[in-house]
């Protein structure tokens, strides 16, 4: 019923900088918390960043200062800057959105998860 569109993953060098986009599309009635995940080989995912509607934001201690997660309710979108891109940060990067779906007052709650972006970082 709701799906996720990514884009913006990429090969930058260490320093650099990447923009990463994700779109929700179906019967969205509204959305709620919105994040950023990522998975490194090897490693298990783990949470990066998380949006509340209302703006709130947590950061995991490893990106702060650097990664900046922002949303557009209007658009059903939520961003990730990511500067100063290290190489600890190369990982499948993969968003995740929450919400209610349907026609009011029939609605229905969704999790739905992107299907991940490579961002390759190089030293």
């Known amino acids: 019923q709701v799906q996720l569109q990514e884009s913006g993953g990429g090969l930058v060098q260490a320093g650099g900088s990447l923009r990463l986009s994700c779109a929700a599309s179906g019967n969205i009635f509204n959305t709620n918390l919105m994040s950023w995940h990522r998975q490194a080989p090897g490693k298990e995912r783990e949470l990066v960043a998380s949006?509340?509607?209302?703006?709130?934001?947590n950061y995991v201690d490893s990106v702060k200062g650097r990664f900046s997660i922002s949303r557009d309710n209007a658009k059903n979108t939520v961003y990730l800057q990511m500067n100063n891109l290290q190489a600890d940060d190369t990982a499948v990067y993969y968003c995740r959105i929450e919400g209610n779906y349907g026609t009011n007052p029939w609605l229905y709650e969704f999790d739905a998860w992107g299907q991940g972006t490579q961002v390759t970082v190089s030293s």
């Open positions: 949006i509340t509607r209302k703006g709130t934001t």
